[in-house]
């Protein structure tokens, strides 16, 4: 993502060229960001070390990939209607910022724990209450099949230079997307790998396929990359996910969960595309497989995965675009059961 606009450079840009609204905002983004990467960030590993890296890496590859969604908005020209206010980059970016945090304490229900936890900095970090609550909207908004529920479709903040139209939902959208987008092997050790307990496995061997995911709005797709020894590809791991496609005895080829959070992205893709139309919308997800031997390539295809299947009337509600057996059907030649019997010759 070389030369990509960047959220935080935009805000800062703004603040050395003496916008009001975006110094105020740019100093407690810096203020919040420090208190994170000093009081939360480090020990979020150290309560799960075994979850893959949901700390400053991570805040860094979710933001790299919230500002090529909004690429176009980030115009400099303070005319250009298409510009986002620094306001709108302000809630992004602690949006981002908070969004995983509460994964210091547990797991599950993380996305909750925002109010709580921004609660101890809110002076700090908001300059008014009513920018406090968009915030931890847009945090809390980025899990669950009614997260972007959460935020509402429009609502005014004030600023000192004026009252601002935020639309919460479609800056949750963004936050959502660019997070699910974000799985990549450098969330992982690849030194560690091997170490990882047999009910994490599955999760590092994932982040270790994607080689690379980025989104392209000019092409209005993501991009994904996988890449998969042939023996790891049909190899079997336990797996908490899934329940209706695993095997009885709780395992899952990888294969089969890669297309499993492939079509979890794409539904992703879809519900969030609907929140975040007015800042451009993601169509599809370009996937492309490779299976290796060692760094030669043995097999390699492309998919696109869209809104194929879509029959929802409802834009606030979670579609359930199946794409798993599609991919079966048409390249049988990577079911894990033919790529074993490939192995075995």
């Known amino acids: 993502m070389t030369g990509l606009p960047s959220l935080e450079t935009e805000l800062n ?5 003496g916008e009001e609204d975006a110094i105020e905002l740019w100093a407690r983004y810096g203020s919040m960001k420090a208190y994170l990467s000093r009081e939360y960030y480090p020990w979020i590993q150290a309560n799960s070390s075994f979850l893959t890296d949901h700390g400053e890496q991570h805040i860094r590859s979710v933001i790299q990939s919230a500002s090529a969604l909004i690429k176009k908005h980030l115009s400099p020209k303070p005319r250009d209607k298409r510009t986002m206010s620094s306001l709108d980059l302000f809630l992004i970016l602690s949006g ?3 969004h995983d945090v509460g994964n210091v304490y547990e797991r599950s229900g993380h996305a909750a724990r925002v109010a709580q936890m921004t609660e101890k900095i809110k002076e700090i970090g908001f300059p008014d209450l009513a920018i406090h609550r968009l915030v931890v909207e847009i945090a809390a908004a980025h899990s669950g099949k009614n997260g972007l529920t959460k935020a509402r ?7 000192l230079q004026g009252t601002y139209t935020v639309y919460t939902r479609s800056l949750a959208g963004i936050v959502r997307l660019a997070d699910e987008v974000s799985e990549n092997r450098f969330r992982i050790s690849t030194e560690l790998l091997p170490t990882v307990p047999d009910e ?11 080689t690379a995911s980025r989104p392209v709005p000019e092409r209005n797709r993501i991009i994904i990359t996988i890449e998969l ?7 079997r791991f336990l797996c908490a996910e899934f329940p209706s496609r695993r095997d009885t005895d709780g395992k899952m080829h990888l294969l089969d969960y890669i297309l499993c959070r492939l079509e979890k992205m794409n539904n992703e893709r879809a ?4 929140a975040s139309g007015r800042y451009g919308t993601i169509d599809e997800i370009e996937a492309r497989f490779a299976l290796l031997n060692g760094v030669k390539r043995i097999r390699e295809t492309t ?3 869209g809104d194929a299947g879509l029959k929802n009337d409802d834009q606030a509600a979670y579609p359930n675009i199946m794409i798993f057996d599609d991919f079966y059907n048409e390249h049988p030649d990577w079911k894990p059961e033919r790529l074993k019997e490939e192995l075995s010759q």
């Not at 519900?271 to 609907?274: E, K, Q």
């Open 13 to 17: 840009r703004r603040a050395e060229q």
């Open 96 to 98: 981002i910022l908070w």
């Open 153 to 159: 479709v429009e609502e005014d903040a004030s600023m």
């Open 200 to 210: 994490n496995k599955i999760f590092w061997q994932y982040a270790h396929s994607v």
């Open 229 to 235: 020894q042939e023996a790891v590809a049909v190899e």
């Open 271 to 274: 519900y969030c595309s609907n």
């Open 303 to 305: 998919v696109f995965f």
